[in-house]
C-alpha cells in the first residue's frame, strides 16, 4: 500500500471539504442506520480523544458535530453528507472506554461499535483516533481487533498535536507504527492532527480523496 499524497489529492480535499456539509442521521443502535449510499468512513476511539471536534476541523464548521470537554458526548452514529457530487460521508461514533458511564450503556455502545464496524459494505475505512499525548492503549486494541478480522482497513490518527511537543509526537508516531505491524488491516503510517490548530487537515481530507479514488469513486 502506498501513501503518496499529491497536491492535487491535497487541493481536490481542500474544494470537497469546502462544500457543503450536513447533518443527515443518528442512529442510537444498529437496526436504524440510514440506507446506504454514499462511501463513510467513520470516526472511532476513545471518549474524548476528539472525534466530533476532527469533523467539525475537516469541514470547517465550528458546530457540525456536537463536542464537549465531559467524555460521553456522542452517543449514537451520526452520518453527515457532504455535497451531493462528492461520494463521502462521514460517521462520528460514541467513544469507548468512558469509565464513568454506567454498565448498560457501555455495554450498549460496545455491541453498537463492534457491529456497525464489522457489518457495514459501504464502510470504506475507519479512522482510529489516538491521544497523541498517550498513544495506543489496551481498550484501543479492541477496536483494532474488530477492524482487522473484518478486514475493514483503517489508519490510525494521533489527535490533539498541538498539546504534545514536535520531538515526543515524531517519537510516538514511530512507537505506534511499530506497535501496527501486528495488525493486517492497518495503513502503516500514521496521521497527526491538531483540531485547534488545523495541522493535518489538508493531510486527511486528501486521504480521503485517495480513498475515493481507489474505490473508483
Ligand atoms: N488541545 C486540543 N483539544 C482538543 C482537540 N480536539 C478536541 N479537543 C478537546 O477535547 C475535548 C473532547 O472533544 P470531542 O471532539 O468532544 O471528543 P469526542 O472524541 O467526540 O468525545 P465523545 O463524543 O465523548 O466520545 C473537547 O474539550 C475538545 O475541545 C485538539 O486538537 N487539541
Ligand atoms: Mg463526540
Known sequence: MTDTITPDHIERGRKLFAGDWHFIWASPSIETLPPMGALEVAFAGRSNVGKSSLINALTGRNAL???SHTPGRTQELIFFDGPSDGGLRLVDMPG????????????SWTTLIHSFLQGRSTL????????????????DLDILKTLDKAAVSYQIVLTKADQVKAAELAARVEATKAALLKHPAAFPEVLTT???????????????IRLLDERGR
Open 124 to 139: 470504506a475505512r475507519v479512522y482510529v483516533l489516538i491521544d497523541g499525548r498517550h498513544g495506543l492503549k489496551d481498550v
Open 65 to 67: 458535530a456536537r463536542t
Open 194 to 208: 491538531s483540531s485547534r490548530s488545523g495541522a493535518g487537515m489538508p493531510e486527511l481530507r486528501a486521504a480521503m
Open 96 to 107: 469507548y472506554g468512558y469509565a464513568a458511564a454506567s454498565k448498560t450503556k457501555v455495554a
